[in-house]
């Protein structure tokens, strides 16, 4: 407090943390590792992936809906600090045309991390696309500073931090 006061040392509002939760329950995964090279060569971004266990989809961050696209199968949310984060249900779902999808939200909705965004039908997805796996990717890189990335494993909806992502 003292340091704030006389003006010695980092501001706290300089610092820009954002913590991105698991926007679903099942299996974390490296990019690297889904099974599609536009995710796992990183060509829209840098983030993480979760193989679902089940269909409800919740905003993992606090922010903004700026895109939903009109197959339901994605979503993009700008956080409190500018970053863009998008969630793509599964792969190879836009060819399901928001068959197995059904939105709870729309672009320009203000949502709270844990928001209910998507429901979603997985033995749909798992029958008709090429995987459930859902990546979570960081749309804006160029704004980051540093990245964190917590370890593969378990992860429950809103509760399993995935991303740590220090701002520029």
Avoid: W
């Avoid at 889904?34 to 993992?60: H, L, R």
């Avoid at 836009?94 to 928001?115: P, R, S």
Wanted: hydrophobic share 40%.
């Amino acid at each position: 407090m003292l340091k704030k006061l006389f003006g010695f040392g980092k501001n706290q509002d300089d610092v820009k943390e954002e913590v991105i939760y698991s926007p679903v329950d099942g299996e974390l995964m490296d990019m690297t590792d889904v099974p599609d090279p536009v995710f796992s060569q990183k060509m829209m971004g840098d983030g993480v992936a979760v193989k679902p266990k089940n269909g409800t989809i919740v905003s993992p961050v606090d922010g903004e809906i700026i895109q939903l696209f009109h197959t339901k199968h994605a979503i993009g949310i700008r956080t409190l600090s500018g970053l863009e984060l998008l969630i793509h249900i599964g792969l190879e779902t836009v060819g399901l045309n928001g068959e197995g999808f059904e939105a709870h939200i729309k672009e320009g909705d203000k949502v709270k991390a844990g928001d209910p965004l998507i429901t979603c039908d997985l033995a749909l997805i798992e029958e008709k696309a090429a995987s459930t796996v859902t990546p979570i990717v960081i749309m804006n890189g160029d704004l980051v500073e540093h990245l964190d990335k917590e370890p593969k494993g378990s992860v429950e909806k809103q509760t399993s931090k995935l991303l740590t992502v220090k701002m520029k």
